[in-house]
């Protein structure tokens, strides 16, 4: 039962280890469980081909419940430059939000920080896995901080940047040092009628 | 020190089941209510967090049973969740403005 398999989670969590990508989705869907009750977030997943969590793309389930709000839609190395609190000032508690390490190191990438999955939770407090010894919540300045910190990220003159091959665009190397893009949120039109017979 | 792709050892104690009724009213708020308080029941258990995995599993190891653990829906022991890295962003195909 999915449900139950979600829940092993949360009552084991020291046996399981995931990156920041999975475990979003862990807790979204988390919360279409408890939205949906139980009966009805079965049959959804059944509905969607099982449970499956990992990372990349929102898998079926999720795929189906989230919407997208807004996004540059371009590649990371193409950003048109718009200032990150921009796109803070816009989120709203439950949203999925990535925050990108403009120029993480080869070591940086390596440790998996070429950015942050977080969830928005208001009042400029997000949930983001990974972070070492990282409170909860945790604040978007937490979380660049460590994401800039030495050996992750260098905006040297020289360094080539890691996230692409346009690394000698000047917005990338005079832009700013991070970037949060491409939020989500669960789209209550959808979830509404999930599970229904 | 052990491995962080060490495969999971010995077997986790599964509590019954938690039944949940469906909120009377799904809306936007009743939606951003609950990712927060999942993300509290995550987030908050500061003695028994989720470990992170940051690179990627070689497929010697993504295939291997032994990094597995199959859900035992009968017994409802055990659950199972790859790990992974972080590289990438989410992405979906759905577009609108807020």
């Known amino acids: 039962m999915p449900d139950v398999a979600l829940y092993d989670i949360v009552d084991n969590p020291l046996s399981y280890s995931m990156e920041c990508a999975s475990a979003i989705k ?3 869907n988390l919360a279409l469980l408890q939205t949906l009750g139980s009966e009805r977030f079965r049959r959804a997943v059944a509905d969607a081909g099982g449970l499956r969590i990992g990372q990349g793309v929102y898998e079926a389930l999720l795929l189906k419940t989230m919407k997208r709000e807004t996004s540059s839609s371009v590649p990371a190395d193409q950003f048109p430059g718009m200032a990150s609190a921009d796109f803070e000032s816009t989120m709203m508690p439950g949203d999925a939000v990535y925050m990108i390490n403009l120029a993480p190191t080869p070591l940086g990438v390596q440790a998996g920080w070429r950015g942050e999955n977080a969830l928005a939770l208001g009042g400029g407090n997000f949930f983001g896995h990974g972070v070492p010894n990282g409170p909860y919540p945790v604040t978007a300045g937490t979380i660049r901080g460590h994401m ?4 992750l990220w260098d905006r040297t003159p020289d360094f ?6 346009r690394s000698a665009n000047p917005k990338i190397k005079n832009g ?10 669960h789209d209550a039109t959808v979830v509404k009628t999930l599970g229904l017979p | 020190m052990s491995s962080p792709f060490a495969p999971p050892t010995g077997t986790t104690n599964v509590t019954s089941p938690r039944l949940f009724r469906a909120v009377a009213v799904i809306d936007d708020a009743a939606l951003q209510g609950a990712v927060k308080a999942s993300a509290d029941l995550v987030g908050k258990n500061l003695k028994g ?3 992170f ?3 990627p599993l070689s497929d010697k190891q993504k295939f291997n049973p032994a990094y597995w653990k199959q859900l ?3 017994t409802a022991s055990g659950a199972s969740i790859r790990r992974t890295s972080c590289p990438t962003s989410p992405s979906t195909t759905s577009s609108t403005t807020r």
Not at chain 1, 148 to 151: A, D, K, R, V
Not at chain 1, 160 to 165: D, L, P, R, S, Y
Not at chain 1, 176 to 185: C, G, I, K, Q, T
């Open chain 1, 160 to 165: 080539a940047t890691a996230i692409g091959t």
């Open chain 2, 72 to 74: 035992d829906a009968a």
């Open chain 1, 176 to 185: 700013p040092p991070w970037w949060v893009d491409e939020y989500f949120h």
């Open chain 1, 26 to 28: 862990v807790v979204l």
């Open chain 2, 49 to 51: 967090r989720i470990g």
């Open chain 1, 148 to 151: 800039m910190s030495p050996g």
């Open chain 2, 53 to 55: 995995a940051s690179s």
